[in-house]
């Protein structure tokens, strides 16, 4: 794992913008894992900006992570309308080219099947972005959750659906179900991208790099990628044992003299 330490949120979001950028302009037809949440919206304002910079997303592909079941694309909460408004509406991708599983499809299993197989048609996710659960969920992988396992419907924890409400009217509206990637096709990305920010994060981010590679904890998984990126800014980074020496692998958040990509 590379876990990278930044001083502010701002320099976090910033760093994995960078990460993201570079892995356009080395191969602009990437296939993009993307994810949503409050973590993601300054991050895909800084993509906004590199974009009106030139940066552009013309021949990527894109996969989300997760769809709630029920809501249909536009849907104000649906993460299909979060990604137009956040991202989508704002840069140059196809929006032909642009997935999200369907959440109001009429067999949500049948769905995410289909789903898993054009990802496999795709070639696989060149960059996976995640962000990180408070229980160390990553997509909706909620603990317990098999660590190989596939694209599938997922029963979303209270804990969950309590720290997404916001996006609804009242918790009742807040779906108990979901489609989401699972922790295998998550993993098979070829670069994944993980980014927590707030002191929120803390326990999670400790867990998922030094605690047991565990289903109770899904993201502590990437200990065994080969290529896992994990940003975070200092508050997040407040609970790890060995921060210094991340912090001395890579100063300020930066590569190290001897970086080729691995970790
Ligand atoms: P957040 O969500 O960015 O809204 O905290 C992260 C997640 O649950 O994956």
Redesign the pocket.
């Known amino acids: 794992m590379k876990v990278l330490i930044l001083d502010s949120e701002a320099d976090a979001i910033d760093r994995a913008a960078e990460i993201i950028a570079e892995t356009l302009r080395e191969k602009p037809d990437a296939v993009l894992g993307l ?6 919206i300054p991050l895909y304002e800084a993509l906004r900006a590199r974009h009106e910079d030139g940066l552009s997303f013309a021949k990527a592909r894109s996969f989300n992570l997760d769809e709630y079941i029920g809501l249909a694309p536009d849907h104000p909460a649906s993460y299909h309308r979060y990604m137009r408004e956040a991202l989508f509406d704002h840069i140059d991708i196809d929006p032909a080219r642009a997935h999200l599983p369907r959440g109001d499809a009429p067999d949500a299993a049948a769905e995410a099947e289909a789903y898993e197989a054009l990802i496999t048609d795709a070639g696989g996710i060149d960059l996976q972005l ?5 229980n160390g ?3 909706f992988n909620e603990p317990t959750s098999s660590l190989t396992s596939r694209t599938r419907v997922k029963t979303l924890t209270e804990s ?1 659906r309590k ?2 409400r916001g996006y609804f009217d009242d918790e009742a509206q807040v779906p108990r179900f979901a489609i989401t990637m699972g922790v295998g096709t998550i993993t098979e990305a070829r670069h994944c991208l993980l980014i927590a920010t707030g002191a ?2 803390a326990a999670a981010a400790a867990a998922m790099i030094e605690g047991p590679i565990s289903a109770a904890c899904p993201a502590s998984i990437l200990q065994m990628h080969r290529r896992a990126t994990i940003v975070l800014d200092r508050d997040a980074a407040s609970e790890l044992k060995l921060s210094g020496y991340y912090e001395h692998v890579h100063p300020g958040g930066q590569d190290s003299a001897f970086d080729r990509g691995g970790a």
């Open positions: 994810a949503t949440g409050g973590t993601m995640l962000g990180l659960g408070r969920h990553i997509g969950t720290a997404n929120a994060k």
